[in-house]
């Protein structure tokens, strides 16, 4: 039985990281945001490269769940990166049959760093609001959620690994913790407008911290998303 995960994140995260590093593993094929023409399609949102990403996939949503993300995959294991934004209007039964992850990040850093491509950057482009959404199913259901914060991983990435891997029923693979610099072949379209400093890196490298402001007429929009932040961080993978 295939096992698919699907990493909900927001944007400017290290979600392009996680998907290289399940791209390491020999029992995973990994596919990079399978719904992002579909979310394109239905909201309408003016994104670099728009154009391409329409033409590049099918931006029919329930048409990519069921051929994509509940399609035949010749790896007992499929990782989706995605963008919690992305699910609208969409049926989220197939969130059933799939293991659910949560991938968040401070939203002062995504809010800065977004706003750098999309400047009319609003709460709803953080993936904040279904990521609650998606926490309260999961909830519902009387599972336990995987919520991982993108600092406590970068701070220890392999204790981490481990950590979401057994909740994942996976073994842990030390392959997870490095990959070559570069492109790579999964990466969609878009790589050329936001992966840039990821092709740089060769796995989660911590950094410095940018301890760069979001522009003022952002502010409120930090601090609404931040109270979704917080709200998740209670359930987050500790090591």
């Not at 991938?103 to 999309?118: G, H």
């Not at 740089?200 to 601090?223: I, N, Q």
Request: hydrophobic residues 40%; charged residues 25%; contains cysteine.
């Amino acid at each position: 039985m295939t096992l698919r995960i699907n990493c909900w994140s927001g944007p400017r995260n290290i979600s392009t990281s996680f998907m290289y590093a399940f791209g390491q593993r020999s029992d995973t094929t990994v596919v990079d945001e399978p719904i992002y023409a579909h979310y394109l399609r239905v909201t309408g949102r003016e994104h670099p490269g728009r154009l391409e990403v329409l033409a590049s996939q099918d931006h029919n949503g329930e048409a990519v769940v069921r051929d994509v993300i509940l399609g035949e995959h010749s790896t007992a294991v499929v990782f989706f990166k995605q963008m919690a934004q992305h699910v609208v209007e969409l049926d989220r039964d197939f969130l059933a049959v799939c293991r659910n992850m949560l991938l968040v990040r401070d939203p002062e850093r995504v809010v800065t760093s977004f706003a750098k491509n999309v400047p009319d950057v609003k709460v709803a482009d953080t993936g904040l609001p279904i990521q609650i959404e998606l926490l309260k199913a999961v909830l519902d259901t009387g599972e336990k959620p995987i919520v991982v914060d993108a600092a406590a991983l970068l701070a220890s990435p392999e204790a981490m690994l481990r950590v979401l891997c057994r909740e994942l029923d996976l073994a842990f693979d030390p392959a997870m913790l490095s990959w070559p610099a570069g492109p790579k072949p999964e990466d969609g379209v878009w790589a050329k407008h936001w992966y840039a400093s990821t092709h740089k890196a060769t796995g989660f490298e911590p950094g410095r911290p940018s301890t760069e402001a979001p522009p003022s007429y952002l502010r409120p929009v930090v601090e609404e998303a931040r109270i979704l932040y917080d709200q998740l961080l209670e359930y987050a993978l500790t090591v």
